[in-house]
């Protein structure tokens, strides 16, 4: 069993770090807000005060934070990560990054980690927040085979579907993918629901014939309730997908393509935010949806 230094304990890490202490890790975890700690603690882990402390001796570090750059500060910075393993003098220590952030960040991240004697993988998740209570979650990891088999352990904590997709970076091109998809899918579950609602038909029944044949989904299957409801407690926020839309759209321009339905989809998410909605469930882009014709809940 490792010794786990764990950053980034919110929505997702919480509960993935409650499931690698489950599985008989040693957990340090690290993270800004107290209450945060307060759950690690609850679950058998051990709060450390700084980042240096919680990867301090540690054979495995895992980061779970919202974006690039708190990722790179993390890795990167004064007292950071590789700062910290550098002065511990113990090389081989694999470093584990589960937040979706750019590829090509992970990618430099990789490089300055090998200099460091750091083994290093980008392993972006997706199935949300149950996902991650139920440790069912998609692990698509970028990095060395070799590396990506020593984690095994660790990913298979966390996750039910745990695969390599290539090197440095790949895990979270294909995570851009994955949040493209279900952003598009949101966009025109909530269309679905104006159009439906804008005609006088009920909602609820309709949607429940859509999911048993050709347009059923996983969103439709665990959201379409509370979308109906207009329940919008994250979950996965908003502002959280926008940022990932901007992910896909960055790097369909480092690889040349295009992208048209996703660009449509990250102005819409970019909208419901700017709306004032990021706080909220990607679900609530239905606000949004809704909003574009003058209907009362957007
Ligand atoms: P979150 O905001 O709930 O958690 C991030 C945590 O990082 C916060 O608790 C914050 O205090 C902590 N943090 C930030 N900077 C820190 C630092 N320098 N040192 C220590 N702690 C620091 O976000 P989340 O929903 O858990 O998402 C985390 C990542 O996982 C994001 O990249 C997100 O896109 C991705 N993700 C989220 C979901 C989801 O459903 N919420 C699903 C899949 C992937």
Not at 25 to 44: I, P, R, Y
Not at 69 to 74: A, G, I, L, T, W
């Amino acid at each position: 069993m490792a010794r786990i230094g764990f950053i980034g304990l919110g929505i997702m890490g919480s509960p993935m770090a409650a499931n690698l202490v489950k599985a008989g890790h040693e957990v340090h975890g690290s993270d800004h807000h107290a209450e945060n700690m307060d759950k690690l603690a609850k679950a058998g882990g051990i709060p450390a005060a700084s980042v240096a402390e919680a990867v301090t001796g540690a054979d495995v570090v895992v980061t779970m934070l919202p974006d690039s750059p708190q990722v790179s500060e993390v890795a990167l910075g004064l007292g950071g990560i590789f700062d910290t393993v550098r002065a511990s003098g113990r090389p081989g220590v694999l470093y584990i990054d589960f937040s979706t952030i750019s590829p090509h960040t992970s990618r430099q991240i990789a490089e300055v980690g090998a200099q460091a004697g750091v083994r290093v993988l980008d392993a972006p998740v997706s199935g949300g927040e149950a996902g991650a209570i139920a440790g069912t979650l998609s692990v698509m990891v970028g990095g060395a085979e070799a590396d990506f088999d020593a984690a095994v352990p660790v990913l298979s904590a966390v996750g039910a579907t745990i695969a390599r997709v290539g090197p440095h970076g790949s895990g979270q091109v294909v995570k851009a993918a994955n949040q493209l998809v279900v952003g598009g899918i949101y966009a025109l579950v909530s269309e679905a629901i104006v159009l439906m609602e804008g005609s006088g038909v009920e909602a609820g029944p309709g949607l429940d014939v859509l999911a048993g044949g050709l347009a059923g989904s996983r969103i439709l299957d665990l959201k379409r309730e509370t979308m109906l409801a207009r329940e919008f407690k994250p979950g996965f926020r908003i502002e959280l997908h926008d940022k990932d839309m901007g992910i896909a759209i960055a790097t369909a321009r480092d690889a040349g393509v295009a992208l048209p339905v996703t660009g449509l989809v990250a102005q819409l998410m970019a909208a419901a935010k700017a709306r004032g909605d990021g706080k909220l469930d990607h679900s609530a882009l239905l606000r949004t949806i809704e909003a574009l014709s003058g209907r009362a809940d957007g």
